[in-house]
């Protein structure tokens, strides 16, 4: 059996009354199956090593260096000193609240 006549068979079957041949179906779906098996783990084995080298898939992009705000930076420190100071109240007995629980 040539390979063209089975890919031919194969897409021909379904469009005529041509015999039925689960053999010949089988083998196609696991060839198929298996060369996309095959496919999927090439293509994870070269994504594994492209990243794990260094590398980047896909197109680089070049950025221009990020401009740093101090600006922004002093005012969430200033942020964190009086969430700070607010938990000093509470820990030094400077806020009273009733507990329900209690």
Excluded: C
Aim: no cysteine; net charge negative; charged share 20%.
């Amino acid at each position: 059996m040539n390979i063209s006549d089975l890919f031919g068979s194969f897409i021909k079957r379904p469009h005529s009354n041509a015999s039925i041949d689960p053999e010949r179906d089988w083998l196609m779906l696991l060839t198929v199956a298996m060369v996309a098996f095959v496919g999927i783990i090439v293509w994870n084995v070269w994504a594994f090593d492209t990243v794990a080298d260094g590398g980047t898939i896909g197109a680089v992009t070049t950025k221009a260096p990020a401009v740093f705000d101090n600006s922004s930076l002093d005012t969430i420190h200033s942020i964190f000193e009086n969430r700070a100071a607010e938990e000093a109240k509470y820990r030094t007995g400077t806020y009273r609240f009733a507990d329900p629980s209690q």
